[in-house]
């Protein structure tokens, strides 16, 4: 056994404590924490440990937050897209009503209808990340604000893929024109002095028509000048076509016989062919107009709500980790300080253990 004298063994113990601090020190500059472990300082590793995970938790509630602000806004951008569409349906209306040609007014009417083709089809491609708020059921939104979901909201979807739905916008009849034909054989049929052709549109007569020569160009041309007749030979025929209605003709005097009446089945009117029915038609259009709106500024509200939300977590995740900072970040200015001076306590140690050991050397120096 190696026995030391008190001056030594108390020179080496401070030695050693002072290795055990710089060891210390050196660690929480290599590290920048003052708490590395339980052992440290159980208090503050626990309470930091706690308040990291919360933030940790917070941060990924935080990318939800974001993807939900995106799909918001895709909705949004979608509901402005469609706004100007529905705007470009109500111009057509407007053309429409401006025009006094039924042809001109059924040509609007068919763009018309291609519109809100493309108001669904818009509206079918507003999703982001498969979450579409104008695609209706299965598409509504929720956005957690919380680690334990007791807070939250959901953003109802409304489906716009229909036009027809809660737009309320439905497709219009393009309209079709009566058409029917009288022959070569039928006038010669029916020829007898006196006697004319009644040509009657939707039910009520528009005029009369002098067939007693059987010359068809020159009865196909009194019947163009009928109002909203319009008549072409076409061989031994006269085809005949009126926009207003079904035309019935037939002659005045069946004494000779005309045969049977050209009566056309055809007709089918257009929503456009009335004012009073363009007139609903752009009532139509200013409430599809409220309704997007208003679900614009829904959205808007939802949209504020949750980015709000955002930047408030923002913030409590900066919080939170400031907070567990302060529990177990080292100050490296002191700790660089603290490390310069164990370091000279270290060095003087040394110088004592030197002494120490000389002042034993100097009681054997006394038998040498």
């Known amino acids: 056994m190696i026995h030391l004298s008190a001056a030594v063994r108390q ?8 290795a055990d601090l ?5 660690n929480r500059l290599a590290t920048g924490l003052k708490v590395n472990s339980a052992l440290d300082n159980p208090n503050s590793f626990f309470t930091a440990s706690a308040l990291n995970n919360r933030a ?16 918001l806004k895709a909705a949004d951008d979608g509901i402005q897209a469609i706004t100007k569409l529905v705007e470009a349906a109500k111009g057509k209306a407007n053309q429409a009503l401006q025009s006094n040609k039924i042809v001109d007014r059924r040509r ?12 669904e089809d818009l509206a079918k491609d507003a999703g982001y990340k498969g979450k579409n708020l104008l695609a209706g059921t299965g598409n509504d939104l929720s ?29 219009l009849t393009i309209g079709t024109s009566g058409t029917t034909t009288i022959s070569q054989a039928q006038l010669t049929a029916g020829d007898e002095a006196g006697d004319t052709l009644d040509v009657q549109v939707g039910g009520s007569s528009i005029g009369t028509v002098d067939f007693s020569d059987d010359d068809i160009d020159r009865i196909a041309g009194e019947l163009n000048a009928l109002d909203g007749i319009t008549a072409t030979v076409n061989g031994t025929n006269i085809e005949i076509v009126s926009e207003n209605g079904q035309v019935s003709i037939d002659d005045t005097d069946a004494t000779a016989d005309f045969g049977a009446a050209a009566v056309s089945t055809d007709y089918v009117a257009g929503s456009f062919d009335t004012d009073a029915s363009i007139s609903t038609s752009l009532d139509t259009l200013n409430d599809a107009l409220g309704t997007l709106r208003s679900q614009a500024s829904t959205f808007g509200t ?10 408030f ?18 100050d490296t200015n002191e700790e660089g ?5 164990l370091q000279t306590r270290q060095q003087l140690a040394s110088t004592s253990l030197s002494f120490a050991s000389q002042a034993d050397q100097a009681v054997l120096r006394l038998f040498g």
Do not use: H, P, W
Request: proline share 0%; aromatic share 4%; charged share 20%.
């Open 302 to 311: 939802n949209l504020t709500v949750v980015e709000n939300r955002q930047n």
């Open 56 to 71: 940790s938790d917070l941060s990924s509630l935080l990318d939800d937050m974001g993807q939900g602000v995106q799909t």
């Open 11 to 18: 020179n080496l113990l401070s030695l050693q404590g002072t």
């Open 143 to 171: 956005v957690i604000f919380n680690e334990d979901g007791t807070s939250s909201v959901t953003i109802d979807a409304v489906d716009y893929t229909d036009s027809s739905g809660a737009l309320g916008l439905a497709d």
């Open 337 to 341: 300080a603290n490390l310069l001076a």
């Open 22 to 26: 710089m060891s210390k020190t050196q």
């Open 108 to 119: 609007f009417a068919q763009e018309y209808n291609d519109l809100l083709t493309q108001i």
């Open 313 to 330: 977590t923002k913030r409590l995740i900066n919080t939170l980790e400031e907070g567990a900072g302060k529990l177990t970040l080292a």
